[in-house]
């Protein structure tokens, strides 16, 4: 049927991105000729890194977001309840942030997240409680807000409530991108700590067009000047508190964590993440996320995925 069609297409699209270097999109439409390997990318649009020095995250907290009603998945229970690879989409994050990373950090002589807080409905809170206790208290719960920027304050109010000052950074992370690897998060921690904020996102590939009135073209927007930012966002938590204060008194309209910190004047690092960090927000995007994490499994080669 059309599903298996879809599904087949996205397993062939990241094999060949795979082996090619390329963004799936890229891949599946063959524009592959005149792009940049992924690391000629990294090299003209950032930094190197020290890929040598492992990144510390005994200062960092995490908030992962999980109160979205996910309406245009079309489904009976909100996107991040679904079924990915037999386990629900939440897991994933929950698996990455409370047991790989931490075992990761671990290898490397260095610390894991202190804290993680779950903002997530009351309604579906005591499913998770058995989260709390295998992991000794390192998970804990705070309410969503009407919008994302309430979400994000009541779950930075909890983690300075259970980690007081030993968190000095924030990690907001959407559970919609169950895909982010350790890699990138550790590049963005490091950067965050760096210049005080930072985002993951790569370069957007299609060509953008702004219109007035939703009919005609207005303008072609450059597209060199154009990134798509993805999660986890890394503040410093000083920096978020400040933030807030300021959109809140100026009533200011943010689209997305860094969006707080720019309002307040202050740099905000880009961090060259993968196009594979995508955010499930289709059914399609489950078909492309599947194929995604079959690949993973059948090449385990890269221990930081």
């Known amino acids: 049927d059309m599903r298996v069609l879809k ?8 094999s060949l991105s795979l082996s090619l270097s390329l963004s799936p999109i890229d891949a599946f ?12 990318v990294c090299r003209r649009l950032a930094p190197p890194t020290n890929e040598d020095t492992p990144t510390d995250f005994g200062d960092v907290g995490f908030v992962l977001l999980a109160g979205g009603k996910g309406s245009r998945m079309k489904a009976s229970v909100p996107k991040q ?19 790989r990373l931490p075992a990761h950090a671990a290898s490397c002589g260095k610390s894991g997240p202190p804290h993680v807080v779950l903002v997530m409905d009351p309604m579906y809170q005591g499913e998770y409680e058995s989260f709390v206790s295998k992991y000794d208290g390192r998970l804990v719960f705070a309410n969503p807000g009407l919008e994302r920027q309430g979400s994000v304050k009541n779950g ?3 983690l300075i409530e259970v980690a007081g000052d030993s968190c000095q950074y924030v990690a907001v992370h ?8 350790i890699k990138e998060i550790s590049d963005v921690v490091s950067d965050a700590k760096e210049c005080g904020a930072a985002v993951l ?16 073209v207005l303008r072609t927007i450059p597209r060199s000047r154009l990134w798509e930012v993805h999660t986890p966002q890394v503040i410093k938590i000083d920096t978020l508190l400040r933030g807030f204060a300021k959109v809140e008194a100026e009533d200011l309209e943010v689209t997305d ?29 489950m078909d492309v996320a599947e194929a995604i994490l079959a690949e993973r499994n059948a090449h385990p080669s890269n221990i930081l995925t």
């Open 156 to 158: 930075l109010e909890k």
């Open 257 to 285: 964590d860094v969006s707080i910190v720019e309002a307040l004047g202050e740099q905000v690092k880009l961090t060259l993440g993968e196009y594979t960090n995508l955010k499930i927000t289709t059914p399609e995007d």
């Open 174 to 181: 959407d559970s919609a991108r169950p895909l982010v690897t």
């Open 201 to 216: 996102g790569v370069p957007c590939k299609a060509t953008i067009k702004e219109s007035g009135d939703g009919e005609t």
């Open 81 to 99: 309840f679904l079924s990915l690879r037999n386990v629900p989409v939440l897991h994933h994050s929950l698996d990455l942030f409370l047991a």
């Open 7 to 14: 599904k087949y297409v996205a397993f062939v699209t990241l």
């Open 29 to 40: 439409t063959g524009h592959h000729s005149s792009l940049l390997t992924r690391r000629s």
